[in-house]
């Protein structure tokens, strides 16, 4: 009898530990892990990159990368969702194995990038989807949301900027940048598409560095070093002075649409500080909020957690 409940506690005891497994993001036992294809689709001529998984019947989450990145700041994320969720994540032109037109070629601005975004959406008939913004997604995203409200079921923000209050000092060079297009300011900027800029923003503000993969800001650093691909990204943080003026609007469309959202923040980053989360409060009620203890790519450390997060918060939303 002794044997018998032994048993029956130790099977209890598994069972627990695969629920909880499951709650705070990792692998569902019963699916294992995810396939996750790599693809390739033509928007205006050009080979846009996306990585996706799970049932395109179930609801789509949409991922929108940052800067210096792509779509491989998710590579953990998206088979850790993919169970439940259609996960979708492009590269934008310029950027990790999407094509990378020279600037004459192609109009490197935020307005042309949530453009080709919105296309890749319609061309895959992404009818509707919640948006998960990072960094330079949050203005293309954004952007999306704000001419097609009607698409956005829910909005997951990780050091997204959407308030004049998350400009703090790293954008003192940029905004100089806006104003004078001067030589000298941009080889301020410059400094930015450097290996130890890259290797910084990968791994300040983090709790334990030795544990962030050097296959992150290595790859990255290889896209940003191919010919061309600087003056690529000159252009966009020239362009990226055209956001702060879209604040209000974006604000508003918070206000009247209310989407339902996630906010899960770096609250260690330089770029993007907490200070740029907290006013999300004013505008959305349907909000839930969590700074965590790390640094500007929040996944590295904490992507189990935000897995998590999301899970749970789809799940209360009922989002289908």
């Known amino acids: 009898m002794k044997t018998k409940n032994t048993r029956i506690a130790a099977f209890v005891l598994v069972v627990v530990a695969f629920a909880l497994l499951n709650v705070n993001g990792a692998y569902p036992a019963e699916i294992g892990v995810p396939n996750v294809s790599h693809n390739v689709v033509k928007i205006d001529g050009l080979d846009v990159f996306y990585r996706e998984a799970g049932d395109r019947s179930k609801p789509t989450i949409l991922l929108l990368h940052g800067f210096p990145t792509s779509s491989q700041m998710f590579r953990n994320l998206i088979p850790q969702l993919a169970d439940n969720y259609h996960v979708v994540a492009p590269d934008y032109p310029g950027f990790g194995y999407s094509s990378m037109p020279k600037v004459n070629e192609f109009d490197y601005s935020f307005d042309s990038l949530a453009n080709v975004v919105e296309k890749f959406t319609e061309q895959l008939q992404l009818t509707k989807y919640t948006l998960y913004v ?48 001067s030589e000298k300011n941009a080889n301020e900027l410059r400094k930015f598409l450097t290996l130890d800029a890259t290797k910084w923003q990968w791994t300040h503000g983090t709790r334990d560095a030795k544990l962030i993969s050097p296959d992150t800001w290595t790859l990255d650093q290889s896209l940003l070093d191919r010919e061309g691909n600087q003056a690529i990204q000159l252009r966009l943080f020239l362009s990226y002075g055209t956001n702060p003026p879209l604040y209000p609007k974006w604000q508003a469309y918070f206000r009247e649409h209310q989407p339902p959202t ?25 909000l839930e909020f969590h700074l965590l203890n790390t640094g500007h790519f929040a996944l590295e450390e904490d992507g189990d957690l935000i897995a998590g997060h999301i899970r749970r918060f789809m799940a209360k939303q009922k989002i289908k």
């Open 134 to 181: 990072m960094d330079y997604g949050a203005p293309i995203g954004f952007r999306l949301a704000t001419k097609h409200p009607e698409r956005v079921q829910a909005l997951i923000v990780q050091n997204g900027n959407a308030y004049e209050e998350g400009l703090r000092d790293f954008w003192v060079p940029f905004k100089a940048y806006w104003k004078e297009q």
């Open 262 to 286: 996630l906010i899960v923040w770096g609250k260690n980053d330089f770029i993007f500080p907490a200070e740029g989360a907290e006013p999300y409060k004013r505008d959305l009620k349907n």
